[in-house]
């Protein structure tokens, strides 16, 4: 099993950055690829940005160019980089783990208001 525990959220004017951590433990050699989602409200989940082991980066349209997704040196750590915040990426921000299952996290609030 893999637990994942979020953290770096909170309110931010439109324009500024934030940046995101999540640390993974327990059955952590198991992991493929971590990444992180949101789900924003009355909305889907929907995928933000992933990496895998081998370093590997996907982004959604929406945040290429603005967000950034890196790994720890100890590889059970991820971070989400967020520059140039728009109120569309207000939403919770949830971590995943992929291994033969899906792991997520309980998420993290960010607001993107002035």
């Known amino acids: 099993q893999v637990q994942l525990v979020e953290s770096g959220g909170g309110l931010v004017q439109p324009g500024g950055s934030l940046r995101l951590s999540c640390i993974a433990s327990?059955?952590?050699?198991?992991?493929?690829?971590m990444g992180w989602y949101r789900q924003a409200p009355g909305k889907q989940r929907e995928l933000v940005a992933t990496i895998t082991s081998g370093g590997t980066t996907n982004y959604a349209d929406s945040v290429k160019g603005r967000f950034t997704i890196s790994r720890g040196s100890a590889r059970n750590t991820v971070y989400l980089q967020m520059n140039s915040l728009k109120p569309e990426d207000t939403a919770v921000y949830y971590c995943n783990a992929e291994t033969r299952i899906y792991y997520w996290g309980r998420g993290t609030l960010v607001t993107v208001s002035s």
């Open positions: 327990g059955s952590i050699f198991s992991i493929n690829a």
